[in-house]
């Protein structure tokens, strides 16, 4: 069993920044993949970015390209979220996911990731 904790959400204004952290612990894998999404009331869960931690490869929702960032630590099982640039629209209760080593093509799938966290919340002012 693999658990995900997060941290860093919190309010932040427009333009500002925050950075999220999501730390796995239990049976993890150097071969995890690990993701963000987020979800508003009354909306289902988008992806937001995705990391290969064993080789870097990232991707990103067209919706945060530019702003956002993922990295992970591989050796300690964790992955952050850089989140610059923000807006109103971002505001949403963000959650880390993670697997073992997925089909690319399944890194933006909610379903794909057997981990979850509890969330986090992110609210950006306008």
């Known amino acids: 069993q693999v658990q995900l904790s997060e941290s860093g959400g919190g309010l932040v204004q427009a333009g500002g920044s925050l950075r999220l952290s999501c730390a796995a612990s239990g049976r993890t894998s150097t071969r995890f993949d690990m993701a963000w999404f987020r979800q508003v009331p009354g909306k289902d869960r988008e992806f937001v970015a995705a990391i290969r931690l064993k080789g870097g490869y990232t991707y990103y929702a067209d919706s945060v390209k530019g702003r956002f960032t993922i990295s992970g630590d591989n050796a300690r099982s964790t992955g952050y979220l850089e989140m610059n640039s923000l807006k109103p629209e971002d505001t949403a209760v963000y959650y880390c996911?993670?697997?073992?080593?997925?089909?690319?093509?399944?890194?933006?799938?909610?379903?794909?990731?057997?981990?979850w966290g509890q969330g986090t919340q992110v609210t950006v002012s306008s």
């Open positions: 996911a993670a697997g073992g080593q997925l089909i690319l093509s399944s890194l933006t799938i909610s379903s794909a990731y057997p981990y």
